[in-house]
């Protein structure tokens, strides 16, 4: 009897393991035959592991991934095109979430509010707040899903900086001091002079969101809702006055103590000059971090320090346009003095699907960005350099050990972790422009002006009158209060 | 009935012959170009479902020309200098004399007026000119562009031209060097750019430890807008040299011989051979090169993108590259507008040389 029992029960659960599998199977393979054309910056940064992550998904549920990449310059308006168009050849952009707005303006966006509620494997709560709530929603709606967390941060040679007896700036004009004091050493040991500052500042690249991210901490002293942009009663730009001028100023001096060529430097160019050991500061996103950690291509193992961006004493007076000193009223968010206001520089990047896209691939396209942006993926994904993705999960934070096995020194992690939280978690973190036509406001009207200035063409009065007119002349093109609204909103303001 | 049918088929048959190219041509050429001219006279946005066109009329022109993009497009307008007046002066007093000039001989109305706009458009640049580089200030797109073509161009001539006056010579390996002239014209233009920017970077490029040597470490060609200019050009001749050198050798080869032999036997000097033989017959061929080349170098978009984004600020940005940056905003009327107003300058300069120089030649030969 307890022979057959036994048989009976292992073939039972035989039967059972075996309907479960092909269940899981048939599940799994649910969106095979389905194609998803997803269009992104090219790779290997972003656009890399999405083609590998790709190919994980297809084995799992049959959805082919065909990933697409134009220079980052293209990707908004390639999108715009498809999109409004009614071409729709592109099921899901992973790009800037700042620009989302203007494509959920114009109902280009699937609405993934419900797709989002259903899915505990996503892990909502784990997703920091800010990209939980601020990145990835909309008017409300999740329209996005983050698959990157973006901060801007200063990165110091903590070698170069113990050997000159310096501590890691806490201000604008601090890092110009040890900017000066480090330029010209030979920070790598090949005997050719080194650079006390590294700032990609090519035109046509990335590199206005330093200028906002050296600008924020001047003009930004009551926490995110003040924002660094406009005024929030009127729309008017807020860039023409003594705080802009001095950010100008600083960029533009940073330049001194620059490799010759910065002018005409991407991040990419940076990049390789910062982990060739050839840069004692550099303003970056996340990514330096784990990018000095492979040793492939990294002689600053272990030898670089990350802190929260820079501030100031000194912060504009909104009322007259001028710089006075920081007291408790004006800055409440200082520390010893210093007004910080790390910059949420891009956003981080997300992706979005094409409203007009076939439902059934709608779905399969957000089970593979929920898949990119679940933790058993992201938490490994983060910390390697190549790809581009810098932490945005709780998780992230709290656990170090897959920081130390992708190869932190246990301090160097701490440290990393510890400059981005300070910078998610500060009560005055500056929030990026999130409103239509932000792709135009900065990408070619501050982006243009702040080349020119740079170049000698103009001067900073010059250069911010004009940023000015141009923001104003697009506030006018999209209307005044629709814009003043979906600002307000941007910053969390709902009255 | 069949009858019937076949002869008006056969008198049909002139208009049925051509009736493919006239689509073509109106589908691929002439609706882009009305489509475009209404984007030029509308403020365009993407939206769901489509465009949301409005027209504004003249105001994308409006605001290139006089409005806030000016500094763009012509140019940063300040004080402008004596030396600017006296050029601006000498030049329309230059013009003037040539339409009186013109008025005194027998005049064709069509031609009048080809020469007014001709002149009117002339004196433009004069100005724009005079009021920016001569007064101390900042080119526009178009100072830019019509640098890339009138600098580049000689250059690029000259430097042709001398190349394939070499290799018409029997001299050993001219096959080989006319292999490797050519090969530059072979070679995308992207990787042109790229190769180029690698060679001008001083820091890790290929020649930095040059660089260094000669003390240039610390010098940046890109971050000068004149340098920059300037590489732009080296680059680009070294593109397009190629061009003009096999299309002069074809030219230079077809030179009658006895005429050459001739001209040695009566003594004359290489220079006077080249001067009074072989420059006039080859004269056609050359006015021809120049127009297709000058054509080409005011599309010039590939280079200045790739070598330095169109900066340092926006000293290397030529007018195909400024309608770019435009669309990518995405702003397609301005865009369309700075496409309208190339097309403008390009079909003026082009026309009247044609017109000025190349069939004053051929009626001046007889």
């Not at chain 2, 507008?337 to 120089?357: E, G, K, P």
């Amino acid at each position: 009897m307890k022979i057959v029992t036994k048989s009976v029960l292992t073939a039972l659960f035989g039967a059972v393991a075996l309907t479960g599998a092909t269940a899981v199977a048939q599940a799994q393979k649910m969106y095979e035959g389905i194609e998803i054309n997803l269009l992104t910056r090219p790779g290997p940064v972003i656009a890399g592991r999405l083609e590998e992550r790709g190919k994980e998904f297809e084995a799992m549920t049959g959805a082919k991934i065909n990933v697409a990449s134009v220079p980052f310059a293209d990707l908004f308006q390639k999108l715009l095109t498809d999109w409004a168009t009614g071409t729709n050849s592109i099921d899901v952009g992973v790009f800037a979430s700042g620009w989302a707005v203007e494509l959920a303006d114009g109902d280009l966006l699937a609405d993934l509010s419900d797709f989002v509620a259903n899915d505990p494997d996503l892990d909502l709560d784990d997703i920091a707040p800010y990209f939980r709530e601020f990145n990835q929603k909309i008017n409300g709606k999740t329209l996005l899903i983050t698959i990157d967390g973006d901060f801007q941060m200063l990165y110091y040679r903590t070698d170069v900086l113990d050997e000159l007896g310096l501590k890691p700036p806490k201000t604008w004009d601090e890092y110009l001091e040890v900017a000066a004091a480090a330029h010209g050493k030979d920070m790598n040991g090949d005997g050719v002079k080194d650079f006390g500052s590294c700032m990609f500042k090519k035109r046509n690249a990335q590199s206005f969101y330093a200028i906002m991210s050296i600008a924020a901490p001047f003009v930004q002293t009551q926490g995110t809702s003040q924002g660094i942009f406009f005024n929030i009663e009127t729309m008017k730009p807020m860039v023409n006055n003594e705080a802009w001028a001095a950010a100008l100023a600083f960029f533009k001096e940073s330049g001194k103590y620059g490799p010759p060529e910065e002018l005409n430097h991407d991040i990419g160019d940076t990049r390789a000059l910062v982990t060739s050991g050839r840069c004692a500061l550099m303003l970056d996103w996340g990514d330096i971090g784990p990018l000095s950690i492979d040793e492939t291509t990294s002689k600053i193992k272990d030898l670089v320090g990350a802190s929260i961006l820079p501030g100031s004493t000194k912060v504009l007076d909104w009322e007259s346009g001028k710089l006075v000193p920081c007291d408790a009223k004006r800055c409440p968010h200082a520390i010893d003095g210093v007004n910080h206001a790390p910059f949420a520089a891009f956003g981080g990047w997300s992706g979005a699907i094409n409203a007009k896209a076939d439902p059934k691939v709608i779905e399969a396209a957000y089970k593979f960005l929920s898949y990119m942006s679940q933790a058993a993926q992201s938490n490994y994904d983060v910390t390697q350099g190549w790809t581009g993705y810098n932490p945005y999960r709780i998780s992230q934070f709290e656990t170090i050990e897959p920081w130390v096995e992708a190869g932190f020194s246990r301090e160097s992690a701490e440290n990393y972790l510890g400059a981005i939280g300070d910078s998610l978690n500060s009560p005055n973190m500056a929030s990026d422009m999130r409103i239509p036509g932000t792709q135009r406001y900065q990408g070619i009207i501050l982006d243009r002006e702040l080349a020119r200035f740079l170049a000698g063409e103009v001067t900073a009065e010059q250069a911010l009158e004009n940023i000015e007119a141009g923001w104003e002349e697009i506030t006018e093109e999209f209307g005044r209060d629709g814009q003043l609204s979906m600002y307000k909103s941007s910053l969390g303001i709902t009255n | 009935m069949p009858s019937v049918f076949s002869e008006w088929l056969d008198r049909q048959s002139r208009h049925l012959f051509i009736m493919p190219a006239v689509i073509m041509i109106l589908v691929f050429s002439i609706f882009p170009l009305i489509a475009s001219a209404i984007l030029a006279l509308s403020r365009v946005r993407l939206r769901a479902g489509g465009y949301k066109v409005t027209f504004v009329g003249f105001a994308n022109f409006k605001k290139q020309i006089f409005g806030s993009e000016q500094f763009h497009f012509l140019g940063t307008f300040g004080s402008i200098s004596l030396l600017a007046w006296a050029f601006t002066i000498a030049v329309g007093a230059l013009l003037i004399w040539w339409l009186l000039r013109y008025l005194r001989g027998p005049v064709w109305w069509l031609g009048l007026i080809g020469r007014l706009i001709a002149a009117a458009v002339l004196f433009g640049i004069a100005f724009m000119f005079a009021a920016t580089l001569l007064s101390g200030t900042q080119i526009g797109t178009l100072g830019v562009t019509l640098f890339y073509v009138f600098v580049g161009c000689t250059v690029q001539f000259a430097i042709g031209l001398g190349l394939a006056v070499v290799c018409a010579q029997p001299i050993r390996g001219r096959t080989f060097f006319r292999v490797v002239f050519f090969l530059p014209l072979m070679i995308t233009p992207i990787g042109i750019g790229y190769a180029f920017r690698m060679l001008a970077d001083t820091t890790k490029g290929p020649f930095a430890p040059l660089w260094q040597m000669v003390g240039l470490g610390d010098y940046a060609w890109v971050t000068s807008p004149w340098a920059a200019r300037f590489f732009i050009i080296v680059a680009d001749s070294w593109q397009w040299i190629p061009f003009i050198f096999v299309v002069l050798l074809a030219a230079l080869e077809n030179v009658p011989r006895d005429m050459v032999e001739a001209g040695h036997v009566d003594g004359a000097s290489h220079s006077q051979i080249f001067r009074e033989i072989t420059w006039p017959q080859i004269a056609p061929v050359a006015a021809t090169v120049i127009l297709i080349r000058v054509i080409e170098a005011f599309k010039l978009v590939d280079l200045p993108n790739i070598m330095t984004a169109g900066g340092p600020g926006i000293a290397t940005e030529s007018m195909t590259l400024h309608a770019f940056f435009a669309w990518r905003a995405p702003d397609l009327g301005q865009s369309a507008a700075i496409s309208y107003l190339l097309l403008f300058v390009t079909v003026v300069l082009c026309v009247s040389f044609f017109n000025l120089v190349i069939l004053k030649h051929r009626s001046a030969q007889g």
